[in-house]
């Protein structure tokens, strides 16, 4: 007979014991878990909630636990330790929780129920009276990493190590700046308003000896730079003058009136609503929010027609999910597409900038940028205007440090405006003797004005097969430039005219308005020329500015490129265009009317910058003013680059001299029905330079017409005796 199993004694140890123990305490465990939620419906929980507050959610985890560990067996939750820890963690954020009532609310039960309830109220009390709020505070805090440690079973020694690495890292200086940097995102700044304005009247008032109250400059034609440390000289200090084979050039200009700028179209201002730029802020904040990005406009620089927002990130958010939003924001803000320019980062700080069109321009004027460059005219040798910056800042450099500038934008972008701009900063502050201009204008009505001023080396030319003539003359002309300056034991044209005492070498700046006209009809001499000026021009004082509306590769190579670090980029079509000019996008997004990106190889990013406004009344009146000058001893102008070698000049010659090739161009062009110097080239064998001589010989002559843009010129005689005549009949016949 099976033997009947002896039945388990019912006590305090017995497993029906803890089962029944563990489902009471597993109810007390939710009651005390969802008592702060449910507080007024049932008494037991307005009770607990009374009694603990919201730690009673804390309470009840724990109780859960015990419930769980005599539910099981023992199987979970077994460990005494966390028990323990439970039971600390519970007891401190009643207290802690409590701590931070003021103490005339610690008798009202709504307030305690929010808080640590009744028990923290007692715990709180009985620390405080006995050790103080500071001791207090610190008690409770070790309390709660005491806990910690026996819920995680992490030692306390490793802990206190983790506390240890993480103050080392700490660097009290970067914890300084990082607070100060939120006191100030607490404050939202907007700069530009009006503030350059204001700094620049204030420069006015205590004007510097370079400029009277009147801004008429009357003084000597010596670079500014050199006022201070020239004395007048005679000679070249230290070398006889018979060592010399080229004595240095006297002043021409030595009573030179500089132009004044009160004629000066006066700037239009329209006043600023910040309301306005705080509105777009919230804007640019609530869309990014929309889509996970909790980002802050810290700082809003208002332009003269372009406002920058500048974004504020958390790090560990990705730049690029801003970027990715910018469709979004451009609709919210309601701009037009493709003008919204977003920069990453604003250099020198972490914030990321949104750039949009300023609702209420306000443009740049010659005369307010006038103004500053007078004021300053002496920290420039060839000062070029180039306008204000993102921040309303006057931009003002100079093309000796760059040493050569490249403009390029589409059409009707300011990219002529901006030419005129930068030849009126340099008319205002240099005489003839400081400078000399060559200018290509293959429009031809673009530069006709400046013809007849003494600055001109040449008549301004329009006829591109001339321009290889005149950049060959710049070449010859800066190599001579070079003996001078061995000469002398000197190593650039400041210090020769420091040696000689006055502006004996003159700078020479070559502006063509138009280089993809140039680049047709001429390409591959005018890419070598180009190349070899920019290489070795900027210590003999010879400077480029090459402007074009098509910034093709074919058109700005990369060979021009390389020896041309400054950029002017205006707004193009594509971002291939961009990339062409500055070797980067961002020109595609320019918004036009002057709007330009700026880079030279002193920065890594361009930088933004309304260009300076010059109005055709404006231009005329400096030059008007130029021209009107009875200057005492005053000479002819010097002597015309298109002037063939037996004249004294280099390239195409119009003197009574004909070169021996010129019946046979004659027969030439009259056997082939058209006239070109690349026709000649190929024909009579002969160089570029000879060919476009032999046309402007032809020309004079009357044998063919005037030029009409790229097409091949017009034959005016059938036959050569109309030119030749008689005496040549026996040429012509065995030709």
Known sequence: MPRRKKKEKINIKSSETKIFFGLLLFVLGIALIIAPFVGEQAEIFIYLSNLLGWPSIVWGLAISAISLNLLTQGKNFNKLGQHFGFFILSLSLNTLLTFWIPNESLNDPQVLQKAGGTLGKILHIAINETMGDILELIILLIALIV????????ELKQITELFRQLFTNIDLGDLKNNLSEKEDSKKLVISGLGEDEDSLNKEDDNPIQFQDNNLNQVHTGVLP???????????????????????PAEPRYPNWVYPTIDNLQEPQRRAQDQKIYKDEALVIENVLRKFGIPAKVANIAVGPTVVRYALSIPVGVAVNKVKRQS?????????DKGTMRIETPIPGTSYIGIEIKNKIPNYVYMKEMAKRLLSEADKYQLPLILGKDIAGKPEIRDLVNMPHLLVAGSTRSGKSVGINSILGGLLLTKTPDELQLILIDPK????????????????????MELVVNALQWAIEEMMKRYRLLKQVMVRNIVEYNTKVGHAS????VIVIDEMADLMLVAGPDTESKIQRLAQMGR????????ATQKPVVTVITGLIKSNVPGRIAYAVPSAMDSRVILDQTGAENLIGSGDMLFKDQTMPKPIRIQ?????????????NQIKSQKVEGDVE???????????????????????????RALQVVIGEGKASASLLQRRLNIGYNKAARLMEQLEKAGAIGHQDGVKPRDILVSSASDILGDSDDDFTKDF
């Open 147 to 154: 806990a910690f440690s026996l819920i995680t079973g992490i």
């Open 225 to 247: 730079s050199m006022n201070n440390n020239i004395q007048p000289n005679t000679g070249i200090s230290g070398l006889p003058k018979e060592d010399l084979s080229s004595t």
């Open 327 to 335: 469709n979004d924001i451009e609709v919210a803000l309601k701009v």
């Open 444 to 463: 031809i009505i673009e530069m006709e004005p400046y013809n007849g001023i003494p600055h001109l080396r040449t008549p301004v030319i329009n006829d």
């Open 505 to 508: 070498m003159p700078y020479l």
């Open 539 to 546: 210590a003999v004082g010879v400077h480029l500015i090459i």
């Open 611 to 623: 260009g300076c406004y010059i109005s055709t009344e404006d231009t005329v009146d400096i030059i």
């Open 637 to 663: 102008p010097l002597s015309d680059i298109t002037k063939g070698p037996e004249n004294g000049g280099i390239g195409s010659g119009v003197g009574d001299v004909r070169d021996p090739e010129f019946p």
